[in-house]
């Protein structure tokens, strides 16, 4: 059975920095991107960053670009999105996903997602 867990959200100021984890298990992702989205309150949900478990390649929103940083550790199963300089409208619940498609950004090309872990940023 397939699971993403997140962890890591929070309250912070802006400015600030937090670091959400996604720990997978049940299969191997090897051959997989793995990804983070977020859903702000009456919005939908958007793409924000991306990792291509095989080579490291990496793909970020231009909202966040140069702010938050996806990487995984092979060892722990785990992808990680560091999130620095957060903004009020940083604010969502962000979701950890996997997909079979290379290099995605489409919410329908995911297989797999997390609970979602909660982001709040107070201006």
């Known amino acids: 059975q397939v699971q993403l867990v997140e962890s890591g959200g929070g309250l912070v100021q802006a400015g600030g920095s937090l670091r959400l984890s996604c720990a997978a298990s049940?299969?191997?992702?090897?051959?997989?991107?793995m990804a983070w989205f977020r859903q702000a309150p009456g919005k939908e949900r958007e793409f924000v960053a991306l990792v291509r478990w095989s080579d490291d390649s990496t793909y970020y929103a231009n909202a966040v670009k140069g702010r938050f940083t996806i990487s995984r550790d092979n060892a722990k199963n785990t992808v990680y999105l560091q999130m620095n300089s957060l903004k009020p409208e940083d604010t969502a619940v962000y979701y950890c996903?996997?997909?079979?498609?290379?290099?995605?950004?489409?919410?329908?090309?995911?297989?797999?997602w997390g609970q979602g872990t909660q982001v709040t940023v107070s201006s």
């Open positions: 049940g299969r191997s992702f090897s051959r997989y991107v």
């Open positions: 996903a996997a997909s079979r498609v290379e290099i995605t950004t489409t919410v329908d090309a995911y297989d797999y």
